[in-house]
């Protein structure tokens, strides 16, 4: 496509809790807004009660959301700390999001919100991602990575693709950075 760099690969990493979903949440605003279609999966916190009990998980194209891992998830699955993960959701929205977003001619841009302990339980969610990076499509491809994992996927990652890690003197730049390499 006229205008967009071709095959972005870019990285975002750093503490737990010091932003990356929303600096992530910031840029897919903010893209929408300039008129491009962005696609991929954003995880989010359930909060009950003032305290964290779950993440969500969604289909960034088509907004269909639902529960990524909970701690009353009511049905076998792995553990992640005190949570279970939920690979029906996981797989049909998470890695079908990724999947979807690739074998269409929009979104020009992919986004996957996180890459961590619980989305890498999930055996489609690892083969969409590294579907991802294969691709030889020119679709900019953006993910947020556990800053911990030594999981072979993120050190793959880590290896390959440009890692901007979230501090908190440069967090509130950090969408405009992204956009800029986005944008023509």
Partial sequence: ??????????????KPR???STIIKEVIRRLKA??????GMLTSDIHEGGRRVGFSIEDISTGEKGILAHVQLHQSGPKVGQYTVNLTDLDAIGAHSINNALTR???????????????LK???????????????????????V?????????????????????VEES????ATVIIDRCLP
């Fill in 171 to 174: 967090r509130d730049e950090l």
């Fill in 146 to 166: 556990h800053q911990r994992s030594a999981h072979e996927l993120v050190r793959h990652i880590r290896s390959t693709f440009e890692i901007l890690e979230v």
């Fill in 122 to 144: 999930s055996r489609r969610f690892i083969e969409a991602v590294e579907k991802a990076m294969n691709s030889d499509s020119d679709k900019h491809l953006i993910v947020s």
């Fill in 105 to 119: 001619s929009e979104p020009r841009i992919i986004i996957i919100d996180e890459i961590g302990p619980m989305e």
């Fill in 34 to 39: 300039e008129g491009m279609a962005v696609g």
């Fill in 1 to 14: 496509m006229e205008g967009i760099a071709v095959n972005l690969r870019l990285g975002i990493t750093g």
């Fill in 18 to 20: 010091i932003g990356k």
